[in-house]
């Protein structure tokens, strides 16, 4: 069976400024053998054109066409609810470009749409302003949920740490787009052409990467070289189907054999009679 991956970035390729040794060799590894593949990131704030740079700069073969944004997501989303739309923005150019790429204008007045992504201008003004455009009927959108942010020096409030204060005031809840969301998960699976058995999610965090995986019945491999330590995989209700050190433990050729092993149904014992057995039907 042809398999393909959605690939997280921060935690699995990189950290900060820094590659996750074998990243390269892993990547490299795809493209020479033709297999279908997108980075995945729930950062708003850069462009895919960014991103593919980024990553070229490491020693990463990649192209625009391989990254797949939060940004891009939300915006082919609201393309498809209300094309042509308008939109009252919090966030960068990542955002503003996927937008307007998909045919919106921003606006700060009576827009269809608040979106918030991340941000390191983020004012009580714009938080003011953006508040009551969603008590006057504007639909509250985010480009994920994540609560914080890593950086070379910490940590920083996330998307979804913004949306929350909104979320408060107005008593509205904000429809996330980003990764968990079936919706980041379900397009970038079509992208690749890929069905749902066929496709291999990578990730660093159980709450993200791995359930955004399981709830679309992916496969998944978490990686322990970012936030996650193998300790504290009992206390999610859902597991991962492989669990690696990092991305560069990680082989394709092997992949697909052990993927494919697991999805062959056993053989159905024969009774004593000559007749396969019938199988054990669960009473509903």
Excluded: W
């Amino acid at each position: 069976m042809q398999y393909g991956y959605l690939i997280d970035m921060d935690g699995v390729i990189y950290r900060g400024s820094e590659l996750i040794p074998g990243a390269d060799r892993f990547i490299a590894e795809l493209r020479e053998a033709d297999v279908p593949f997108l980075f995945l990131t729930n950062n708003s704030q850069r462009t895919r054109r960014d991103v593919a740079t980024k990553l070229k700069r490491l020693g990463i073969d990649a192209d625009e066409d391989h990254v797949f944004t939060c940004a891009m997501s939300t915006a082919r989303f609201l393309a498809q609810q209300k094309p042509r739309g308008t939109a009252f923005v919090i966030g960068e150019g990542g955002l503003l470009t996927a937008l307007h790429s998909n045919g919106y204008s921003m606006v700060d007045k009576e827009p269809d749409y608040v979106v918030i992504g991340e941000g390191r201008t983020f004012n009580f003004e714009m938080a003011e302003a953006a508040l009551g455009m969603i008590l006057g009927g504007a639909k509250l959108v985010a480009t994920n949920m994540d609560p914080n942010c890593p950086t070379q020096t910490g940590m920083r409030p996330g998307c979804g740490a913004l949306v929350a204060l909104l979320e408060s005031a107005s008593g509205i809840k904000a429809f996330s787009v980003g990764k968990p969301s079936p919706v980041m998960l379900r397009t970038a699976r079509k992208q690749l052409g890929l069905s749902t058995d066929q496709t291999i999610v990578i990730g660093d965090t159980m709450e993200t990467d791995i359930l955004g995986g399981v709830q679309q019945g992916y496969k998944t491999i978490l990686v322990l070289s970012g936030s996650m330590r193998r300790e504290d995989l009992p206390r999610y209700a859902y597991r991962p189907d492989k669990i690696a050190a990092s991305i560069g433990e990680l082989n394709h050729a092997k992949l697909v054999r052990e993927f494919s092993a697991a999805a062959t149904p056993p053989a159905i014992p024969i009774n004593g009679a000559g007749r396969r057995a019938q199988p054990l039907v669960e009473a509903r």
